[in-house]
C-alpha cells in the first residue's frame, strides 16, 4: 500500500524548504552599494537632484552628476579625444 502524506505534514516540509531558501539570502552591505548621483544615499534623492537639475537648465551638473565618478573621467576623456563623434561620422550627410 502506498504511503500517503498528510497536508500537514507536506505544509511543515515547505515551511522548512522556504525557510533553509531564505536564510541563504542576505542584503549587500551599504558600503558595497553603487554610488548614487551626486552622492544621494538614495535613489529618490538622486532622482529629485537630476530633476533639479533638469529644471534649472544645468546641463553641465547634470552630466556630472548622473554617472558615476570613474565613469564620468572616462567620458569626459573621450570627449577631449574626439572619440563622442562616432555615429555622426558615418552618417551620410555629406550626400545631401
Known sequence: ???????????????????????????EDEDAAVPLAGGATKP????????RHLHDSDLDAFARDAVPPALHAQLETAWREGRTRWPLDELPFDER
Not at 44 to 51: I, M, S, W
Open 44 to 51: 529618490a534623492q538622486a532622482v529629485r537632484l537630476l530633476t
Open 1 to 27: 500500500m502506498p504511503v500517503r502524506l498528510r497536508p500537514p505534514f507536506l505544509l511543515f516540509v515547505l515551511c522548512l524548504l522556504a525557510g533553509a531558501l531564505l536564510s541563504g539570502c542576505r542584503r
